[in-house]
Each structure stands twice: as structure tokens, then as C-alpha cells.
């Protein structure tokens, strides 16, 4: 079983599908259908009838890979997609968006319950003095569709926002680079986007947070938040002891805790050898999630301070800056230095 299988999409994403092809081919000598699409990829036709359909993450892979051989080349896809979203295309949370009270807390509900209908990804806010960052940080291998599910995420939340009536303000950074399509990017968001951060993420003034939403309606959003919780209950107790792990170790190394196996196992509620099997029938170790997140962090602090090589090993729990040099290398192509430096050009 792949790690993306695990991943349940709602079926509006086979919607979205139906009405991109549909625009693609309207008027044109392409002959080609959703139906034909979905037969395609061995992905069943009914998908588009059943509200409580769920595609996997192999699934949404093959259908955006699809729709980006489909696409006009003189624009982003992901924007050819988010021109077809609709206030309940993120279900209850895009409702519940929209019928907050102000920003910070449609911002909270986001981040929340964000990950019920873009799985695989984890959504944390940081606050400083000056900004609010919503960083989004994939618990998966995405691969090649990662770039794309992230500008949905970025559509998505630049949508809410406008429906929500609030102003266009922030900055939006990319954990790649989007040097070829900057310019449609800023025309799309209306503020600055970056390339190469070492974590995507929004960054919101914390002066805008109080802005008040167009329409706030508290009845109705104590409806939707009922159903949200009740999904994000039930959407935990399916999810992968992978994703699981991978979560818990992200929150506690932005905290400076970077656990053990017998740690994490107690987290997760489990011994240190169930931890082991259930990681193995994923097709995981401990010591690749603990990679993971040691190269996270160490791009973070390589990216947003000027602390020395040494400083950022000892901070990742590494105590030999030689040893963390030749594993960053191997981890990203290049050293601590080099990976600096190029951020930096």
C-alpha cells in the first residue's frame, strides 16, 4: 500500500475535475469527457453522484496529473481549477469561513480544519510581534502534485478570504520555485509571493486580523463547526499511525523536542515495538521520520537566522556539526553553506 493511498480526498475534488474538463474542451476539437477521464484512470464513474465518495491520494494524483496535460499553458493550472471553486467547494469549513466573526478567527478555522479537505498536510500557526505565519508543511510524499495542491491551498485561502469580504493583505512563500509564473501569482494573490522558503506558508499581519468578516451569522456557524468537529473526530481515528507520528514530531521540534522512538511511542499511546510494526507496515522508520524533521527545522533556521552550522546540529540534536554536514548534503544535494548561499542568491 503506497503512502498516498492512505489519503482520503472528498469526491468535490472529481466535481472540480468535471467542471475544468468541461471548460477545456467547450468550444474546442478536443473530444474528451470526465467519464472518459475517470475511465482512464480507473477511478469509478459514480464518483461524481456520491457526495460521501472519498478518492485516494494515488487517485487525486493521476486526476491532476491529467487535468495538467489538459491545461492552457498561458497560466498557472492550479488557477484554471480555483476559477471553478464555489462557497461550498471546501464543504462546511468554506461556510463556516464565511460566516465568522473577523479574520483571526476564520484564519483559526482554516487552520483547523483545513486538513479534512487537503489531507496529508499539517496547517500550524505562528505568531511574532508583527505577523501571524500559517505555515503548511506536507506529511506526505506529494512529488510531482505537491506544488499543485499547495497553490490550491493558497487559491483556496485567497478565495475564502475575498467571499469573507476581507482585504488582500499578507505575503504568500513557496517551497519552490515559482520564478517562471511570480508575476500571474502576485496579479493573483494582490500582494508578495517568494520562492524557495523552507516551509510554505501565509503570512498575515497581525494588525488585519481584526477585520471584520462581510456577513457574520453565529447560528449558522455553530452548525457547520458541529459538523467539522464530528468529521475531524471520526477523520483522526482513521488516520495513519505515519501521519500521526509525523505530526506529533513536527509540533515538538518547533518546541525544541526532538523525540525518541520510546517518547513518540508514548505519545501515539503505544509500546515501542507496536510503534515499529505499524511504522514498518506503512513502509516507514522511525529514523526516516526523524530525518524528516531534523531537515525541516535545520531548513528553517538555515533560512531565517544566521546561526552557525554547529549551532543549528547542536539545536536538531545532532552534536557533531561534521556528521550534520554529510547529512544535510545527503538530504538535500548540498551542504548547510551551499544551501544558504542559494537561498540567499
Known amino acids: 500500500m503506497s503512502e498516498l493511498s492512505q489519503l482520503k480526498f472528498p ?5 472540480l475535475a468535471k467542471d475544468f474538463v468541461d471548460t477545456i474542451t467547450h468550444g474546442s476539437k478536443i473530444d474528451f469527457s470526465i467519464a472518459k477521464g475517470l475511465e482512464l484512470l480507473n477511478i469509478p464513474n459514480n464518483i461524481l453522484q456520491d457526495p460521501e465518495a472519498r478518492l485516494d491520494g494515488d487517485q487525486i494524483s493521476l486526476l491532476l496529473t491529467l487535468g495538467h496535460m489538459l491545461a492552457k499553458k498561458d497560466k498557472p493550472f492550479s488557477f484554471q481549477i480555483t476559477e471553478h471553486f464555489k462557497e461550498d467547494t471546501l464543504g462546511m469549513l468554506g461556510l463556516a469561513i464565511i460566516n465568522a466573526d ?11 480544519y483545513a486538513e479534512l479537505y487537503i489531507p496529508g498536510f499539517d496547517f500550524s500557526l ?46 504568500y512563500f513557496f517551497s519552490y520555485d515559482i520564478s517562471p509564473h511570480k508575476a500571474q501569482l502576485e496579479e493573483q494573490f494582490e500582494c508578495p509571493v517568494h ?18 468578516v462581510k456577513s457574520p ?3 449558522m456557524l455553530a452548525f457547520y463547526l458541529a459538523q467539522l468537529e464530528a468529521d475531524k473526530i471520526k477523520r483522526e481515528q482513521q488516520s495513519s499511525i505515519g501521519f500521526q507520528a509525523r505530526r506529533i514530531m513536527y509540533h515538538q521540534a518547533k518546541k525544541g523536542i526532538f523525540l ?20 514498518k507496515t506503512e513502509g516507514l522508520a522511525f529514523q526516516r521520520l526523524l530525518d524528516e524533521v531534523r531537515f525541516s527545522m535545520a531548513k528553517q533556521m538555515l ?23 554529510r547529512a544535510f548534503k545527503k538530504w538535500s544535494g548540498m551542504t548547510p553553506s551551499e544551501y544558504r548561499d542559494n537561498i540567499q542568491a
Open 11 to 15: 469526491a468535490i475534488y472529481s466535481q
Open 102 to 112: 473577523d479574520a483571526e478567527q476564520a484564519l483559526n478555522l482554516f487552520q483547523q
Open 126 to 171: 505562528n505568531y511574532d510581534e508583527k505577523n501571524l505565519d500559517i505555515e503548511i508543511l506536507p506529511l506526505a510524499s506529494f512529488k510531482k502534485i505537491e506544488a499543485i495542491l499547495i497553490e490550491l491551498i493558497f487559491g483556496a485561502f485567497n478565495f475564502y478570504g475575498k467571499r469573507a469580504g476581507l482585504d488582500a493583505v499578507g505575503e
Open 195 to 212: 520562492s524557495l522558503a523552507p516551509v510554505s506558508k501565509i503570512r498575515i499581519p497581525r494588525s488585519a486580523l481584526k477585520q471584520k
Open 217 to 219: 451569522n453565529s447560528s
Open 260 to 279: 525518541n522512538r520510546d517518547q513518540l511511542a508514548d505519545a501515539l499511546s503505544c509500546s515501542h515495538r507496536t510503534l515499529t510494526r505499524k511504522l
Open 303 to 325: 533560512y531565517q537566522s544566521s546561526k552557525s552550522t554547529k549551532q543549528v546540529a547542536n539545536y536538531i540534536g545532532i552534536n557533531n556539526s561534521a556528521v550534520f554536514c
